[in-house]
């Protein structure tokens, strides 16, 4: 049988962040065991690959400041590339009630340590970005820290100094159960046989309740369909732009290559696993794009380039991170909510330390555990994209 001081169930961008810390602090025997042929077929591919560390929480913006200084140094310290481009995430408030809470997160997020962030008028906004409609934006946030990464990119560098240093992954392995030894973990069983270990990390994804329930946890993650469409080559509008966000709406874009890369969360969104791409979609966040960006009239879109990916949500939009009470040896790495890929760093640090070492420093971790629903703790995060 094959043994393993930790396996990793998924191999997506947390999985190997988690493998990488873990090998990083000195943990060889590292298993990762991804259900696909290849990495980046779940959300990590499908992601937008935004990172920030404006939020509403402390936890969110603590999690945010570990990661994106990580990525910024990445190819540096793993001597792989990252793609990370801090050009910003811009907050367009178009009422009072959003400037105060972009004011509220402001003073929360400089108190956290957060040190360039920045309030901005309405004509700052203007000033900057022209090609907008103005006329209703009183003001907003910038910060030129946050950006874009290429997530697939991220993955495979993490993946690979993680398997240069000891780990492995298995690509094509599906988990089919866990087998308790006494009051903790014996064992992982999987399509290419069984695993001897007493540490499972559960990073399935939008999967994660159904890993879970192999231990008999009831996860509270459920898969919702989120859909991106990217234009076609399109220069009337800076592709030195940063994220920006219509806070009237939620519609949301970001340069994206030649073009731009088009969000927005549809509220008549229902959960389940559906990742085909809705071409009616493209209509309705058109309409949002040229309300927003007059010049976008005009910017073109092959629906047959938009795809649809998966967001994990849990009910209160923060991440259930770390052991579980009565499954000793099983540890939680799920319900990102969307914020998958910008925390990646983050969770790896925080699971690496957990299970090394029994504690975090990062974090109050005890925030984030499963039990927080059962206590009715939740966190409620309303800087959701």
Not at 20 to 27: D, I, R, V, W
Not at 341 to 364: E, N, Q, R
Request: proline share 6%; net charge negative; hydrophobic share 40%.
């Amino acid at each position: 049988m094959e043994s393993a001081d930790v396996v990793i169930v998924g191999g997506g961008i947390v999985g190997s962040s988690i493998a990488y810390h873990l090998t990083a602090a000195g943990c060889r025997n590292v298993l990762v065991l991804e259900r696909e042929s290849a990495q980046g077929k779940g959300s990590t591919g499908k992601s937008m690959g935004g990172v920030r560390a404006q939020f509403a929480t402390a936890v969110n913006v603590k999690m945010s400041l570990y990661s994106i200084p990580f990525y910024a140094s990445f190819e540096e310290r793993l001597g792989y590339p990252c793609g990370y481009r801090p050009q910003g995430y811009l907050f367009c408030a178009t009422n009072q009630k959003h400037l105060e809470y972009l004011r509220a997160n402001y003073e929360r997020q400089v108190a956290l340590g957060l040190k360039d962030v920045q309030l901005v008028s309405g004509d700052d906004i203007r000033r900057m970005f022209p090609q907008l409609r103005g006329d209703d934006i009183v003001g907003g946030s910038f910060c030129p820290s946050d950006g874009f990464v290429d997530p697939y990119s991220a993955m495979m560098g993490l993946m690979a100094w993680a398997s240069e240093h000891g780990a492995k992954i298995w690509k094509g392995t599906q988990v089919t159960g866990i087998n308790r030894e006494g009051a903790g973990i014996g064992s992982v069983e999987s399509s290419k046989g069984s695993i001897a270990t007493h540490i499972v990390v559960n990073c399935a994804g939008p999967w994660a309740a159904e890993v879970a329930s192999f231990v008999g946890i009831d996860l509270p993650v459920q898969p919702l369909r989120r859909m991106l469409v990217p234009t076609e080559p399109f220069d009337e509008f800076p592709h030195s732009a940063p994220m920006i966000i219509d806070m009237s709406n939620g519609f949301h874009f970001r340069p994206e290559g030649l073009g731009f890369l088009l969000a927005w969360n549809d509220p008549q969104e229902t959960p389940g696993f559906k990742t085909d791409f809705d071409p009616a979609f493209v209509e309705k966040i058109l309409m949002r794009a040229a309300d927003r960006v007059p010049c976008f009239e005009r910017v073109a879109v092959n629906p047959k380039r938009a795809w649809a990916g998966l967001y994990e949500m849990t009910p209160d939009h923060h991440p259930i991170l770390g052991p579980v009470d009565g499954v000793p040896g099983f540890f939680l790495a799920n319900g990102f909510s969307g914020h998958g890929v910008m925390h990646a760093p983050s969770t790896g640090k925080i699971l690496g330390d957990l299970i090394l070492t029994g504690k975090c420093d990062l974090v109050d971790t005890s925030l984030l555990g499963l039990s927080r629903f059962a206590a009715g703790k939740l966190i409620e995060e309303t800087a959701v994209l």
